[in-house]
């Protein structure tokens, strides 16, 4: 919810979306602006509490940003991905797709595949480059993007957690 309301930012939005669909669904908002794959690791143990049924791993976008070697972020996500699998945690991976680089590209779909994971491939899809859907940064969701996000990811959303009620 980068310069938005909290209860315009996307996590928020996501489960109103899935309440009105009938799911009975909490969404704690753990991201953290500008965060990279390091920092989302460095603190994911105490930012995701015991008894959390499952994760939407949403990290690189600013690792990219920033030029970081996409093997360490390929490092950083897949360490985060078995730290939560060892604790039970069930986990939906959001790429970032888009223009990056192949090398960058690959990551997501590589993990997902590697750990069986709900893989949602471009988290920004429908956003990135639309300048209604945009803040006037250029890069970050305005209330109308979030709304694009979550109506894009939701079909995956509820594949996810019919999985989560299925272990």
């Not at 899935?18 to 500008?34: F, M, N, P, Q, Y």
């Amino acid at each position: 919810a980068y310069n938005l309301q909290a209860s315009e930012g996307f996590p928020a939005r996501l489960e109103a979306a899935l309440r009105e669909r009938g799911h009975d669904v909490s969404i704690t908002d753990a991201g953290v602006s500008g965060d990279t794959t390091s920092g989302g690791l460095a603190r994911l143990d105490w930012s995701v509490p015991d008894g959390t049924d499952g994760v939407i791993l949403e990290l690189g976008a600013n690792d990219a940003l920033r030029g970081l070697p996409p093997e360490k972020t390929r490092d950083n996500l897949e360490a985060m991905i078995k730290r939560l699998e060892e604790r039970g945690i069930a986990v939906l991976l959001a790429g970032m797709g888009g223009d990056y680089e192949a090398k960058f590209n690959a990551i997501y779909p590589d993990l997902a595949a590697r750990y069986e994971l709900t893989l949602y491939p471009f988290f920004l899809d429908g956003v990135t480059g639309n300048p209604d859907q945009l803040l006037g940064d250029g890069m970050h969701p305005n209330p109308n993007g979030i709304n694009t996000m979550v109506e894009k990811i939701l079909p995956v959303a509820e594949q996810f957690l019919s999985q989560i009620k299925a272990e």
